[in-house]
Nanobody
């Protein structure tokens, strides 16, 4: 059974940092594109970042570019999201997802975690 388990969320002041982790129970983890999405209160879920399989090419939403960094450890079956210079508008539930294409389209990712809450206070 495929499981994606996020961790690392919490409460942080504006300007602070957090690192999210997502442990994936996927065979051939390094064959998947991994992504982070987020859903703010009252808003639709949106793309944040994605990383290709072994090429390590990365993609970011404009809203997080320059502040967030996605990375992966194919030995540990884990993908990370380092979030720096956090803003109150980054407050959201952050979801990890796995798919085959580095797209912003949520329906292209068949596997999802349950999410982890990130709250940024002003």
């Amino acid at each position: 059974q495929v499981q994606l388990v996020e961790s690392g969320g919490g409460l942080v002041q504006a300007g602070g940092s957090l690192r999210l982790s997502c442990l994936a129970s996927l065979s051939a983890f390094d064959s998947y594109v991994m992504a982070w999405f987020r859903q703010a209160p009252g808003k639709e879920r949106e793309f944040a970042a994605a990383i290709r399989r072994s090429s390590f090419s990365t993609y970011y939403a404009d809203s997080v570019k320059g502040r967030f960094t996605i990375s992966r450890d194919n030995v540990k079956n884990t993908v990370y999201l380092q979030m720096n210079s956090l803003k109150p508008e980054d407050t959201a539930v952050y979801y990890c997802a796995a798919g085959s294409t580095p797209t912003r389209a949520q329906n292209e990712y068949p596997y999802w975690g349950q999410g982890t809450q990130v709250t940024v206070s002003s």
